[in-house]
């Protein structure tokens, strides 16, 4: 009798025999000496098919398997002398999942060898490099946003980066795609693709999780060779083969999803009403009251005046009456809680801290007042200021010496910090009914009110109401 024979691998089989215990597709290898990276791999991932675990490459049949899942070296680097250097690699066929290791030894430099479509072109080989400063990553457009977040993570949980260097040739037919670029172009993670062979896939270990990314890979994979990497029949998933809990539950789900559907599109709506409403908020807030923070001259001056009305005071706008080649103070400003109160206000913005002399100046204003309009009862005076403009109010620096404040209070002066204006506008917007109270506090006080007063002020104020309900 005669046989017929086919080769497999190494194995000759009779053409009249199967294969009768052939495994479950894909067959995936993990190769790992020491165990750790197995187990890592077996704990984040369900991996679908047939599974082995080996610690050499040599104790299996390489035909008999499809995919390879390895942080160990793959290229068995021979230097028997100073002059040739070969690369034997696993089976061409396997498609190969490479987890770059974290440091650089052994024969962890060589990721790869590869050669084109014309079999006398030379082999190129993919360099792996180590130790590259730097954190920044480009990562490629549209990438599944999952694994892009894993990569950023990855490369700024470690010190200095590593990859795969970017050849400057590529042999015909080599596609590679890398998914992130680090420092000095080194490709952090990325595919390699070549004719008559697996597809390779390579990631550095430090992603938090390797499930999305097998899970990439296979679905890359199944593309590819869907026989090698059979998936899940598409009409097995398909609702028209549910069960009748399966069904119930289906329901359920999409009419929840249309309620949170529903209410996102009315939140959607809402806050884009509310944006809009706080740009224009800012807006005129930018122009009118917060020019108490940052404004001089008119703006500031506008805003003054504008902060005391809100406050119930009465402000008399002296520019609008001076000759403009001699004006003198800015306000007149009155209450009605006290008729016969009154001071004389000038408001002032400056880049630097608060000049003294401006104190001088308005004690003339008052001099010239009391000359003129010979009231009974001397005015008091405000010195309006908003210093250091360009500085955060909270970490502005303290307004004049208390030799220079004192003789101020003396004669019924106030120095009043127009960001201490400012918060106490803001409170009277909140509680309306502390108007009198604040105009009261302010009419009351000589010296100086910053801001840390008027904060101090307003947080009493907050604890007695509190206190009395």
């Not at 010190?159 to 970017?166: F, H, I, K, R, Y």
């Not at 390779?200 to 990314?213: A, K, M, N, Q, R």
């Not at 097998?214 to 994979?221: E, L």
């Not at 119930?248 to 509310?274: G, N, V, Y």
């Amino acid at each position: 009798m005669t046989f017929r024979y086919i080769q497999i691998g190494r194995n000759y089989l009779s053409g009249t025999h199967a294969i009768a215990n052939r495994r479950e597709h894909p067959r995936t290898l993990i190769l790992d000496g020491q165990g750790e990276f197995a187990d890592r791999v077996q704990r984040e991932v369900d991996l679908p098919g047939t599974v082995k675990v080996i610690d050499d490459l040599g104790s299996v049949d390489q035909t008999e398997w499809d995919a390879l899942i390895l942080i160990d070296s793959y290229q068995a680097v021979n230097k028997t002398n100073a002059f040739t250097t070969t690369y034997p690699r696993v089976a061409e066929h396997l498609y190969i999942f490479k987890v770059l290791p974290k440091d650089h030894y052994g024969n962890y430099a060589v990721l790869d060898r590869v050669s084109g479509l014309n079999t006398a072109e030379g082999g190129v080989t993919l360099t792996l490099r180590w130790g590259i400063p730097g954190h920044e990553i480009a990562v490629k457009q549209g990438f599944d946003r999952e694994l892009r977040t894993s990569l950023i993570e990855a490369a700024e949980s470690r010190d200095t980066q590593s990859g795969l260097v970017a050849p400057t040739e590529v042999p015909t037919g080599l596609v590679l795609d890398s998914f992130a670029v680090g420092p000095q172009g080194i490709i952090l993670a990325g595919t390699l693709k070549a004719p008559n062979r697996g597809e390779v896939w390579f990631l550095p270990s430090e992603v938090t999780t390797l499930g999305p990314w097998i899970g990439a890979a296979f679905a890359s994979w199944r593309r590819l060779e869907p026989k090698k990497f059979p998936g899940v029949p598409d009409w097995w998933a398909s609702p028209e083969w549910y069960s009748a809990a399966e069904s119930a539950i289906a329901l359920r789900i999409a009419e929840e999803t249309a309620i949170i559907e529903e209410a996102k599109s009315k939140f959607e709506t809402i806050r884009a009403e509310l944006e809009a409403k706080l740009e224009k908020a800012r807006a005129e807030a930018a122009a009118g009251s917060r020019q108490l923070l940052r404004g001089q001259d008119d703006p500031l001056q506008n805003a003054v005046r504008d902060a005391l009305e809100g406050l119930g005071f009465g402000v008399r706008d002296m520019d609008l009456e001076w000759d403009d080649k001699e004006r003198r103070e800015d306000f007149r400003i009155t209450d009605p809680d006290d008729p016969q109160w009154l001071v004389l206000g000038d408001a002032t913005g400056v880049s630097g801290n608060a000049k003294g002399g401006k104190m001088a100046v308005l004690q003339g204003y008052v001099t010239k007042y009391v000359f003129e309009e010979k009231p009974d009862t001397i005015p008091g005076m405000w010195y309006l200021l908003n210093r250091e403009i360009d500085k955060d109010p909270n970490v502005r620096s303290t307004i004049l010496r208390g030799d220079e404040i004192e003789p101020f209070a003396a004669q019924k002066g106030l120095i009043l910090d127009t960001t201490a204006l400012y918060v106490l506008l803001r409170h009277a917007h909140s509680q309306p009914e502390d108007r009198p109270a604040i105009r009261e506090y302010l009419r009351t006080s000589t010296g100086l009110v910053a801001l840390p007063n008027a904060i101090a002020w307003i947080d009493m104020r907050n604890a007695a109401a509190i206190a009395s309900e």
